[in-house]
Nanobody
Framework: VQLQASGGGLVQAGGSLRLSCAAS????????MGWFRQAPGKEREFVAA????????YYADSVKGRFTISRDNAKNTVSLQMNSLKPEDTAVYYC???????????????????????WGQGTQVTVSS
C-alpha cells in the first residue's frame, strides 16, 4: 500500500490542523493505520492509531483529548484532527499502515513504529508560541 500524507503547516499555539493520509494499492479497510511524529534530534514517537474496522482508537498520553484519529474506508483515507496545538507538537508527522489484517493486537504493538510495514513521506507541522 502507498501512503501520501498532507495537511501540515504553520499554526499558532491553540490552533488546529487536520492531517490526511491517502492510501492506494491495496484493500485499505484491512489495514491498521497509525500516525507518528518525529521532532529534530528525537526518535519517532507514536501519536495515534485506529484499528482496521475503526472500532478502536489509541492515543499517546501527550495528545489524548486534543487529537482525534478517524478513517473513511470508502475514500481510503485516515485523518488526524489536531486541536489545542502546542509548540511541543512541532514535528514531521508520518502516517503508517500494517496489514492486511483483521486481528486484534496489544497496545504495545500499535505504539511501536517497527510494527508497521508501510510509511508515508511525512508532513511538517510547526506550532508557534
Amino acid at each position: 500500500v502507498q501512503l501520501q500524507a498532507s495537511g501540515g503547516g504553520l499554526v499558532q499555539a491553540g490552533g488546529s490542523l487536520r492531517l490526511s493520509c491517502a492510501a492506494s494499492g491495496r484493500t485499505f479497510s484491512n489495514y491498521v493505520m497509525g500516525w507518528f511524529r518525529q521532532a529534530p534530534g528525537k526518535e519517532r514517537e507514536f501519536v495515534a492509531a485506529i484499528t482496521w474496522s475503526a472500532g478502536r482508537t489509541y492515543y499517546a498520553d501527550s495528545v489524548k483529548g486534543r487529537f482525534t484519529i478517524s478513517r473513511d474506508n470508502a475514500k481510503n483515507t485516515v485523518s488526524l484532527q489536531m486541536n489545542s496545538l502546542k509548540p511541543e507538537d512541532t514535528a514531521v508527522y508520518y502516517c503508517a499502515a500494517r496489514g492486511p489484517t483483521n486481528s486484534a493486537y496489544y497496545y504495545s504493538d500499535y505504539v511501536n513504529p517497527r510494527w508497521y510495514g508501510y510509511w508515508g513521506q511525512g508532513t511538517q507541522v510547526t506550532v508557534s508560541s
